[in-house]
Every structure is written in C-alpha cells, then in structure tokens.
T-cell receptor, first 114, second 111 residues
Framework: EAEVAQSPRYKITEKSQAVAFWCDPI?????LYWYRQILGQGPELLVQ????????DSQLPKDRFSAERLKGVDSTLKIQPAELGDSAMYLC????????????FGPGTRLTVL | AQSVTQLGSHVSVSEGALVLLRCNYS??????LFWYVQYPNQGLQLLLK??????LVKGINGFEAEFKKSETSFHLTKPSAHMSDAAEYFC?????????FGQGTELSVKP
C-alpha cells in the first residue's frame, strides 16, 4: 500500500541550530501539505504545494521557516534558526490534484528543541 | 471562517461500552466534515468523512458519525469500545480547500 514517507522520525536539536525535514508523497499526488502539530492541539497547515508551486503559505513563519518542492515530487521543510517554541510534530500529507478532501498523512517528524 | 470545537479533551470508557466523541462546527456553507485518529507518535488516519448525501456515515473500525445540520454537530460513535481504540481523535472541517482541525479528544479505554 502506498504511503507518505517522512524522515527523520525524531529530531533533537539545540535552539539557534538549523533543522530540515523531508517528505516523499504518494506517487502521483500533485498536492503536498506540511502541518505543524503542537502537543495537545490539532494540526495546523503551514504550507501547501500544487506540483512545485506554493498555493498557501499564509501560516508559515517566513522569517525562519522555508519549504521547497523543486521537482514537484518530494519536499523539504527547513527551520533556521530553531526556537524552543518550534518543538512539535511536523506532519506531511499528500492528495491527488483537486482531491483536498482526501489527504493521506505520513508518520510525522517529532522535533524537540532544547 | 470555519471552525471546529471538540467537547472534552479527554474521554474515558470501559471496554465494551459506548464511545461518544463530540464535535461541533461553524460554517457559513455546507461543510465537508472528517474524523481522524492518531496513535502515539504516528500520523493521522482517516476514520470517516461526510461530503454530501446520507447523513449517517460509516467508517473504519466500527466507527460512525451523524451529520446534524440543525445542531451543527458531527459526533463520532462506536457501540462497543476496544482496548485498541485508545488514541487521539480529531474532528476537522474544510475551508477553502484546507483542513481545519479541532483540538482533539484523547480516548482512554479501561479493561
């Protein structure tokens, strides 16, 4: 069964360091989403890609966060510099074009900033 | 703007008892509604969704939910809880093509 892959699964870093997360969506899924889930809360959309283009990054803290999907397949989310408040689960999801209501989620990357 | 409220951050039931997780939404247009389950340190898995048509929606693992427009509710139920149902459950609504999640309800199942 096709799945969304994410790595690493866990990341511990010190504040002011740079971190990067990787996501490989289900093959053929044109739309890719990055969510942040703070402990005890629901996921919040950070950025949405359609192929290689950003269609929504209104909640992305652009002073320290960046995301790219250069070839319209896999994607990287970067934080530089990391802050204590960035500790969270970062979830990647993907969907077929036009099927935003059918998102498939990866296992997530648990980030701890010390 | 659409929003979702889940009543009760933690629900505890005995094995074999009825599970009821509450979700109310606010939406100015007919909503698409979802329930997801999340096991510890894992991603979200879709349990069921309501888009159009029948208001009683059946999902995986014996769960179902009923869309009640008059009450703006989409409560999740299961007749008999299993130990394996212990997890976090999220209700969500779509807004402009993106998912808006509730705060989540942690379900505990006692033997």
């Amino acid at each position: 069964e096709a799945e969304v892959a994410q790595s690493p699964r866990y990341k511990i870093t010190e504040k002011s360091q740079a971190v990067a997360f990787w996501c490989d969506p289900i093959s053929g899924h044109a739309t890719l989403y990055w969510y942040r889930q703070i402990l005890g809360q629901g996921p919040e959309l950070l950025v949405q890609f359609q192929d290689e283009s950003v269609v929504d990054d209104s909640q992305l803290p652009k002073d320290r966060f960046s995301a790219e999907r250069l070839k319209g397949v896999d994607s990287t989310l970067k934080i530089q510099p990391a802050e204590l408040g960035d500790s969270a689960m970062y979830l990647c999801a993907s969907s077929l074009r036009g099927k935003n209501n059918e998102q498939f989620f990866g296992p997530g990357t648990r980030l701890t900033v010390l | 703007a659409q929003s979702v409220t889940q009543l009760g951050s933690h629900v505890s039931v005995s094995e074999g008892a009825l599970v009821l997780l509450r979700c109310n939404y606010s939406s100015s247009v007919p909503p698409y509604l979802f329930w997801y389950v999340q096991y510890p340190n894992q991603g979200l898995q879709l349990l069921l969704k309501y888009t159009t048509g029948a208001t009683l929606v059946k999902g995986i693992n014996g769960f179902e939910a009923e869309f009640k427009k008059s009450e703006t509710s989409f409560h999740l139920t299961k007749p008999s809880a299993h130990m394996s149902d212990a997890a976090e459950y999220f209700c969500a609504v779509t807004q402009g093509g993106k998912l808006i999640f509730g705060q989540g309800t942690e379900l505990s199942v006692k033997p």
